[in-house]
């Protein structure tokens, strides 16, 4: 006979379990026995762990997840201030973000705001008791502290601030404070007096000490009639726009502005109207390099030889054939920062391309005269007017990996050489993943550094750091 562990099913049927076993005041294998059950009996429950939430009610113990998954979700704590009032609008600042927001009110929170407006505006039952039987059955103040990206305190007051600074967990609010390993925002509101209070002062540094984040507080004028200074709570808007950037913090772009040229793919050399020369190039690395370098914020011009792929987002791609046409597109796309050559370009045409198909003939077979491909990457490194300050090339070999790429390096004039093995075992041509090695000057020195297997997309991230890395270091050494 089979058996199940709980602890290894999915989050989301782990979540219904819990949630609906704490429903139903039975331990989650009890309930797991109690579904099974229903299920062969065929008057199952539907499994439905995210379905929309009941309205809010008291004899709901938790809620159910609504909807769509949210993309981020906040546990916000509403201490007792008068400042509580914008906390109302701070749900809906928090929603319109996508943010799905549980509440928790102190006790003396709910002298400035009822926990029927907090709900209303949450759609979610609002918590505001430790020792509430229902969602204590189920560690309540544990999910609410862990269940959630980020914890917000709106308004911290100076006696949350003091019971967090010194580890207290007498109410539901202080015990969600000291059981979370989520990040937590404090949105501070008193009177200036109790803002500058020694007590206030040493609690706060304790606090930030503790890696907790302060929005606020604002300089202005108090409730209190006639006075001024600094301990208004920050408006909903900013503590709203704080809580976003600490749940998606914005994407790292090393290469804005830059404008990177990456060539990619075969190119097909034709022999006739119908027929060509090529090579098993597959142009997924110079695609993924083109997606990583557009991901990281750079202009990207692509100019792909044929290939069955289809063209990175946000990438302009120039479609090409052949050798000739792919240093045309090139040329034509100069000047940029910088230039990677990943395509696999043929290192001979046909000198005698024929007009019309080539027939068999009882002559034979007809000589097709081989001439040879301008050199892309050399002829742009060795420009004198448009070269790119960072130009890369890669060397596909088959033996001698290292010692072909560092004469590669010197005889092409590039600054950097990625170098793979396309032996046939290696599955590298056509294949999923790489093994490379990058090879630059440095100190004067050439310089091998070998990175493990990865994926083609991770060699493109991993050249794309490298090369983020060496535009804002400046520390590039010029090829000559
Ligand atoms: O000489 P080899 O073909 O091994 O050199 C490989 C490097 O040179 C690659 O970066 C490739 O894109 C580039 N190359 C080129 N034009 C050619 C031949 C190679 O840009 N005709």
Redesign the pocket.
């Known amino acids: 006979m089979a058996s199940l562990t709980i602890r290894k099913l999915d989050e989301g049927i782990k979540t219904y379990l819990r949630l609906r076993s704490a429903r139903n005041r039975r331990s989650v294998e009890e309930e797991v026995r109690v579904i099974l059950g229903e299920l062969i009996e065929g008057r199952e429950e539907p499994l439905t762990p995210f379905a929309a939430p009941p309205a809010a009610s008291s004899s709901t113990p938790m809620p159910q997840r609504s909807g769509a998954l949210p993309e981020a979700s906040v546990t916000l704590i509403i201490g007792g201030g008068i400042a509580a009032y914008k906390s109302l609008d701070l749900i809906r600042r928090l929603k319109e973000r996508r943010i799905e927001v549980r509440c928790v009110l102190t006790k003396a929170a709910q002298q400035f705001v009822t926990p029927l407006a907090v709900s209303a505006l949450s759609h979610e039952r609002v918590y505001t008791d430790l020792f509430d039987p229902q969602s204590e059955f189920d560690a309540g103040h544990i999910r609410l502290a862990r269940e959630c990206d980020l914890i917000v305190v709106a308004p911290a007051t100076a006696d949350l601030m003091a019971k967090m600074a010194n580890g207290h967990a007498d109410d539901l609010a202080s015990a969600i404070l000291l059981a979370t390993n989520r990040k937590v925002l404090l949105a501070p509101a008193m009177n200036p007096l109790m803002w500058n209070n020694a007590a206030t002062r040493r609690n706060v540094a304790q606090l930030q000490r503790d890696g907790v984040m302060l929005i606020g507080p604002n300089s202005g004028e108090m409730a209190e009639a006639g006075e001024a200074g600094i301990g208004r709570m920050s408006e909903a808007i900013e503590i709203a726009a704080a809580a976003e950037r600490l749940l998606r913090p914005p994407v790292p772009r090393p290469l804005a502005g830059k404008r990177v040229l990456i060539?990619a793919g075969p190119t097909h050399e034709p022999i006739d109207p119908v027929r060509y020369i090529a090579n098993r190039s597959s142009g997924k690395q110079g695609f993924a390099i083109a997606a990583a370098a557009q991901a990281a914020g750079a202009e990207v011009i692509l100019v792909s030889g044929p290939v069955d792929l289809g063209d990175p987002h946000g990438v302009t791609v120039k479609h090409v054939e052949s050798?000739r046409q792919m240093l045309e597109q090139v040329q034509a796309v100069l000047p940029a920062d910088i230039a990677i050559?990943?395509?696999?370009?043929a290192?001979w045409r046909v000198a005698n391309e024929g007009e019309q198909k080539l027939k068999k003939t009882s002559a034979g077979m007809p000589p097709l005269q081989l001439v040879e491909?301008?050199?892309?990457?050399a002829t742009i490194a060795k420009l004198t007017d448009k070269r790119p300050p960072l130009v890369i090339?890669?060397?596909?070999e088959t033996e001698h990996l290292i010692d072909n790429a560092k004469s590669?390096l010197a005889r092409?004039g590039c600054d950097w050489i990625v170098a793979n093995d396309v032996s046939p075992a290696t599955g590298v041509m056509g294949g999923d993943r790489n093994t490379v090695h990058l090879i630059s000057r440095k100190d004067g020195e050439i310089a091998v550094d070998s990175w493990p297997v990865m994926t083609k997309e991770q060699v493109a991230i991993e050249l794309v750091a490298h090369i983020a890395k060496s535009v804002t270091d400046k520390s590039l050494e010029p090829a000559s």
């Open positions: 060539t050798a050559f990943a395509a696999a370009v290192d491909n301008p050199d892309i990457l090339g890669f060397a596909a590669k092409k």
